[in-house]
């Protein structure tokens, strides 16, 4: 039996975070959840618009807002457990530890409110985060290493330095599809070489273009488009289902 669609009063969580529900835009009952994340220093709103533009069929899509706002009123808000800044550039470290983030995730969204409220399976819920929202979608995916989800989609992020090391016998089966610059990127070598080792199923995207960032048209968004095809569950089809983004 599918999962019922999610309501306000199953996010009711001791530490009230920020979020939107999109439901199928087709009256059909959803088999699938997809949670979208943010990057640093935005807020859930344009991932909410995001979901809506997908369009994927028999799909709820749910917007978490970072739990931890930017301080000196710079708006936005963060996933990491910390935040400082780089000497050298003064810019804010992205790969600032995501246990905290990752346990709120885990135990109160995936666990309390979509499997025990909901009625959903872990194989039932997938993941799309952009830039820090990737890597704490990573984060997720690694801690929950005995369960499989639907698969995780990481744009412009990494497998931060805070995710488990797994036994090479114990790899997450969550697979995984990451996208980034294929010049430019701020994804490091060595974070890609870390995703092989605790995720069996990894594909690595290089997108023909400078500097990273949301996908800005349909070549960039197709292989994101044809993995959710293939891991949704769903009885129409994904790319047929989906509108034109651009």
Same mark, same amino acid.
């Given at each position: 039996?599918?999962?019922?669609?999610?309501?306000?009063?199953?996010?009711?969580?001791?530490?009230?975070?920020? !979020?939107?529900?999109?439901?199928? =835009?087709? =009256? &059909? &009952?959803?088999?699938?959840?997809?949670?979208?994340?943010?990057?640093?220093?935005?807020?859930?709103?344009?991932?909410?618009?995001?979901?809506?533009?997908?369009?994927?069929?028999?799909?709820?899509?749910? =917007?978490?807002?970072?739990?931890?706002?930017?301080?000196?009123?710079?708006?936005?808000?963060?996933?990491?457990?910390?935040?400082?800044?780089?000497?050298?550039?003064?810019?804010?470290?992205?790969?600032?530890? !995501?246990?905290? @983030?990752?346990?709120?995730?885990?135990?109160?969204?995936?666990?309390?409110?979509?499997?025990?409220?909901?009625?959903?399976?872990?194989?039932?819920?997938?993941?799309?985060?952009? =830039?820090?929202? $990737?890597?704490?979608?990573?984060? /997720?995916?690694?801690?929950?290493?005995?369960?499989?989800?639907?698969?995780?989609?990481?744009?412009?992020?990494?497998?931060?330095?805070?995710?488990?090391?797994? +036994?090479?016998?114990?790899? @997450?089966?969550?697979?995984?599809?990451?996208?980034?610059?294929?010049?430019?990127?701020?994804? +490091?070598?060595?974070?890609?070489?870390?995703?092989?080792?605790?995720? &069996?199923?990894?594909? /690595?995207?290089?997108?023909?273009?400078?500097?990273? $960032?949301?996908?800005?048209?349909?070549?960039?968004?197709?292989?994101?488009? &044809?993995?959710?095809?293939?891991?949704?569950? @769903?009885?129409?089809?994904?790319?047929?289902?989906?509108?034109?983004?651009?």
């Amino acid at each position: 039996m599918p999962g019922r669609l999610p309501n306000e009063a199953d996010f009711a969580f001791s530490k009230p975070i920020a !979020f939107s529900i999109t439901p199928p =835009s087709s =009256s &059909q &009952q959803p088999i699938n959840v997809l949670i979208l994340l943010h990057g640093l220093g935005d807020t859930h709103v344009p991932f909410t618009n995001l979901g809506r533009q997908m369009n994927l069929p028999e799909t709820v899509c749910i =917007s978490i807002r970072a739990p931890k706002p930017l301080p000196f009123d710079l708006g936005g808000f963060h996933w990491g457990d910390d935040l400082y800044f780089e000497p050298s550039s003064d810019a804010m470290n992205k790969d600032t530890g !995501f246990r905290a @983030s990752a346990k709120l995730i885990i135990e109160e969204v995936v666990q309390r409110a979509l499997i025990e409220g909901c009625g959903y399976e872990y194989r039932d819920i997938l993941f799309f985060g952009y =830039s820090q929202g $990737g890597m704490a979608a990573l984060q /997720v995916g690694a801690e929950l290493q005995d369960e499989e989800l639907g698969g995780i989609v990481c744009i412009a992020g990494w497998l931060p330095d805070s995710a488990p090391m797994l +036994p090479i016998d114990k790899k @997450s089966r969550t697979p995984v599809l990451l996208c980034k610059a294929a010049i430019s990127s701020e994804v +490091p070598a060595s974070a890609l070489a870390r995703l092989k080792d605790t995720y &069996q199923y990894s594909e /690595v995207k290089e997108w023909k273009r400078n500097a990273d $960032g949301m996908p800005r048209n349909r070549e960039e968004m197709l292989p994101i488009m &044809q993995f959710l095809a293939r891991r949704l569950r @769903s009885r129409k089809g994904v790319l047929e289902g989906a509108i034109e983004l651009l």
